[in-house]
């Protein structure tokens, strides 16, 4: 199943350092989210873009930074992150985000140490 | 009161058996109700959508319930490779998507 693929599957990273998550999605849906997943607590919605804007920022720290060059790919850029954002990262997409159905990719798991 | 709430579980039952997950919103303009379904280690996919007259896929059959602000999942004839953590998912108008934490579904041999 290769419709949204997530690269780096593992990432350890420090406090200090900055990296970038990459999300590829092969649907040809028009609207890519970024969720993060920690232990025991529910999904929790970080970024969508429809048609490559961000139209939902929902209260992200700004130590993390989307970006969406096109429809197909959506990035997700790291600085400064703290031990609490170690979680799993996932990437979904939709076609439009009014009719939701989302399709998922393998996901990011994150350490920050 | 959580915005989306579901009981974690886990739920252990035996292969063959039938068993009913309930999930609860707090918000009455909620508009689309989903379950998903998260192996362990994996992505969530979805199972199904929830419509407001009911809707069955082979084993499974979803209700909503708007009075009373629940929809539920019930499984029929549980098989192994149902074990996993069912999600109960509740959109909000244009944007606003709410995961519920998830229900653990063990079946049991």
């Known amino acids: 199943e290769t419709g949204v693929t997530q690269t780096p599957r593992h990432l350890v990273m420090g406090m200090t350092n900055k990296k970038s998550l990459k999300c590829e999605q092969h649907?040809?849906?028009?609207?890519m989210y970024w969720y993060k997943q920690s232990a025991k607590k529910p999904l929790e919605l970080m970024f969508v873009y429809s048609l490559e804007e961000r139209v939902e920022n929902n209260s992200v720290p700004s130590r993390f930074s989307p970006e969406c060059p096109n429809s197909s790919h959506l990035f997700l850029h790291l600085h400064t992150l703290q031990p609490e954002d170690s979680a799993l990262y996932l990437c979904?997409?939709?076609?439009?985000?009014?009719?939701?159905?989302?399709?998922f990719g393998p996901g990011t798991r994150l350490t920050v140490l | 009161r959580k915005e989306v709430e579901q009981d974690p579980g886990p739920f252990n039952v035996p292969e063959g058996a039938t068993v009913a997950f309930n999930c609860t919103y707090s918000?009455?303009?909620?508009?689309?109700f989903f379950w998903y379904r998260q192996d362990c280690r994996k992505e969530p996919k979805l199972l199904m959508s929830v419509y407001s007259s009911g809707n069955e896929d082979g084993r499974f059959t979803a209700q909503l319930n708007r009075a009373s602000q629940y929809i539920s999942l019930l499984i029929r004839d549980s098989k192994l490779s149902d074990s996993a953590t069912y999600l109960c998912?509740?959109?909000?108008?244009?944007?606003?998507?709410?995961f519920g934490t998830g229900t653990k579904l063990q079946v049991i041999p």
């Open positions: 979904a997409s939709s076609q439009g985000t009014d009719h939701f159905v989302q399709f």
């Open positions: 918000n009455s303009a909620s508009q689309s």
């Open positions: 998912v509740v959109k909000e108008g244009y944007q606003k998507v709410t």
């Open positions: 649907l040809g849906h028009n609207a």
